[in-house]
């Protein structure tokens, strides 16, 4: 028992780390942004009215919505945006219609994650170095330039692995909510009636009173959830038990406390500490400790999106949505430390370029919230086709359990369209950038498929044919990689046209990648013999599995065909894609699906294929 005890605390410290950095994080901006509209009138009353609009919005969406509800829809104990996607397409996979047009909206919110990647950093770390300014206004002229050196420096060690500092991410964390739950405490002690706004009347009451300002304000207001999203995204990695115990034992008191202190603050100090109120809660002589504590808890923030970022690349990788990418492991131990340096350093890009053209965390708190609280709308109505087709509930209660918060929902996202033309865009342009490019991989591949199949030859007959005079056979094994099971790849017409040889065994290998996380070693591999020491080899894996040919084919030992690796060689087709006018898809994304083949990275590295045992066959395909 003492052992689960510390597993579970272990958990719930990384939770507290990974999954909390980024909402822990907006207490730095949330409250100047809302104040900082000019549309509320400054009055206690008012602040009273905004400080219960933020609680019970972490209530409901965080709370309720994601803590309670979401994370019950795991698909395999896995969480996140891609993991919905696949078992709300499951479940509806009798339904094509449907099915297809979820998979749309899901790679659609799939896509925004990238936006919110890209703001997200840029926000936390840029608010973080701006307490500078209340130390001193001389230290205004360097917030831009030190917030680019902190993300410089940080997207620079992602290639070193996060293994070494990822066990202070927890620590970090967790010292900075107890810092700003003191932060809270101390002024809530001068003004304990701010305690009051915690009732709903409040918050209904300002509602009442200023029913439009209210809507306008709910784009500042969603700042207070951004990170949301995390709870369920890190599902897989933590476990509902850790995420849940962390949220309401350490997270969501700590939060309250410090918005609470920061209202109280408001109360005392009056519009003066509108300008920044977190920081100028802090007496003096902890202002510097607060900012480099309040820059290390951005910095982890940033790290556990930019993990998520690489983490969900590969998955995306998987289903078929974008080209194989260069991916490095940087843990020899732990298979799930990833890097893609195209992804690190394409944020970083989009990263200063939106500090660079914002300026300000005010201005960015503009273009953060559509990406947000469209992913959540999203994420809602995933959910309610998993509860209604997936569990089986009535029809009625799957409205009433997901209605409710697809209102709230849309409304956050609908008040955030008023900031499209401030900065909204931006998030939205980077969002539908990716969407149209996994969108174009995905038709492109499915033509290039249809093409090959028209094309092909039937790989038993073809084989009967050749053995009726047979060619030289060489001794060890040839495997060959081929799209579709059944047909002959185009590697295999090459070797025998050019070196008129067959190996003494041969293996038509494919791999399939479904749409569930994992799939377990017992079910890899699917055997079926073809005669003349040849076999039909289909290998399956899970969105969250890493492909490793060699290694699955080590399962087939017994069934009469037993590999050498020092003997064995693995055969690939290098298709060059040729758009023509008239194909299926526009001219434009069928010279950019072409550029996005031709640009993949090799299948040899993505397959885990033996460098010195591959041989590559080039052929050309008009599509």
């Not at 360097?142 to 993300?151: A, E, M, S, Y």
């Not at 304990?192 to 207001?221: D, E, H, K, N």
Request: aromatic fraction near 10%.
């Amino acid at each position: 028992m003492q052992t689960s005890k510390s597993s579970l605390a272990a958990l719930t410290l990384g939770a507290i780390g990974v999954v909390y950095g980024d909402i822990g994080t907006s207490v730095l901006y949330a409250v100047k942004a809302v104040f900082g509209t000019h549309l509320v009138p400054f009055t206690p009353a008012n602040v009273y009215g905004i400080l219960s609009i933020f609680f019970w919005t972490l209530t409901v969406i965080v709370s309720i919505k994601y803590v309670v509800l979401v994370l019950r829809a795991d698909n395999h104990g896995e969480g996140g945006l891609i993991a919905m996607l696949a078992l709300a397409s499951q479940v509806v996979k009798d339904k094509p219609h449907l099915r297809r047009a979820l998979l749309g909206v899901g790679i659609f919110g799939t896509s925004l994650f990238y936006g919110d990647g890209v703001i997200t950093p840029a926000i936390s770390v840029l608010s973080a170095v701006e307490g500078l300014e209340v130390i001193s206004p001389r230290f205004k002229e360097g917030v831009i330039p030190l917030t680019l050196v902190v993300l410089l420096a940080l997207f620079w060690v992602q290639k070193r692995g996060t293994g070494g500092i990822g066990r202070f991410f927890g620590p970090i964390t967790l010292t900075w909510f107890f810092a700003i739950a003191a932060l809270g405490v101390a002024q809530i002690t001068k003004h304990p009636q701010i305690l009051q706004a915690l009732s709903p009347t409040y918050a209904l009451g300002f509602m009442w009173r200023a029913p439009l300002v209210t809507f306008i304000i709910l784009g500042a207001v969603v700042l207070c959830v951004t990170g949301a999203e995390a709870l369920y995204a890190d599902l897989g990695h933590f476990g509902k038990k850790p995420i849940r115990l962390a949220w309401f034992s350490v997270v969501m008191p700590s939060l309250t406390l410090n918005y609470f202190g920061q209202g109280a603050l408001l109360l005392e100090g009056g519009t003066e500490a509108v300008k920044n109120p977190f920081f100028l809660m802090a007496p003096d002589w902890a202002l510097v400790p607060l900012v480099i504590l309040a820059t290390a808890a951005t910095v982890v923030a940033s790290q556990a999106l930019i993990t998520g970022a690489f983490s969900v690349t590969k998955q995306v990788i998987q289903l078929g949505y974008l080209p194989r990418l260069n991916i490095l492991h940087t843990s020899v131990r732990d298979t799930g430390q990833i890097y893609i340096p195209f992804v690190n350093w394409g944020l970083f890009v989009a990263i200063v370029l939106a500090v660079v053209m914002f300026r300000s965390s005010d201005n960015l708190g503009a273009a953060y919230g559509i990406a947000v609280t469209l992913d959540m709308l999203i994420t809602t109505t995933l959910t309610f086709f998993v509860i209604r087709f997936g569990w089986g509930y009535p029809l009625p209660l799957c409205i009433a359990a997901t209605g409710a918060f697809f209102v709230v929902d849309a409304t956050f996202f609908a008040s955030n369209l008023l900031k499209l033309v401030e900065g909204g865009w931006f998030p939205l342009m980077i969002g539908g950038g990716i969407f149209t490019l996994m969108m174009t991989w995905k038709q492109g591949r499915g033509l290039l498929n249809e093409k090959i199949l028209s094309d092909a030859l039937d790989l038993p007959s073809f084989l009967r044919s050749v053995f009726e005079a047979p060619p030289t056979r060489v001794e060890g094994t040839a495997v060959f990689l081929t799209a579709e099971p059944g047909t002959v790849p185009n590697a295999m017409l090459h070797n025998l046209k050019h070196n008129k040889v067959l190996h003494q065994q041969n293996l038509f290998v494919t791999v399939r990648s479904h749409e569930v996380p994992w799939v377990g070693i017992s079910k890899r591999v699917e055997i079926t013999p073809l005669g003349h020491s040849c076999w039909q080899v289909i290998l399956h894996y899970g969105f969250k599995n890493d492909p490793d040919i060699p290694r699955a084919l080590e399962q087939i030992r017994g069934h009469g065909c037993d590999l050498e690796p020092m003997t064995t060689s693995y055969f690939l087709s290098r298709d060059t894609v040729i758009p023509t006018m008239g194909g299926g898809m526009a001219p434009w994304r069928e010279k950019l699906f072409a550029q996005m083949h031709h640009n993949a990275s090799a299948a040899a590295e993505f397959l885990h294929l033996p460098n010195n045992s591959v041989v590559e066959l080039g052929s050309k395909i008009e599509i």
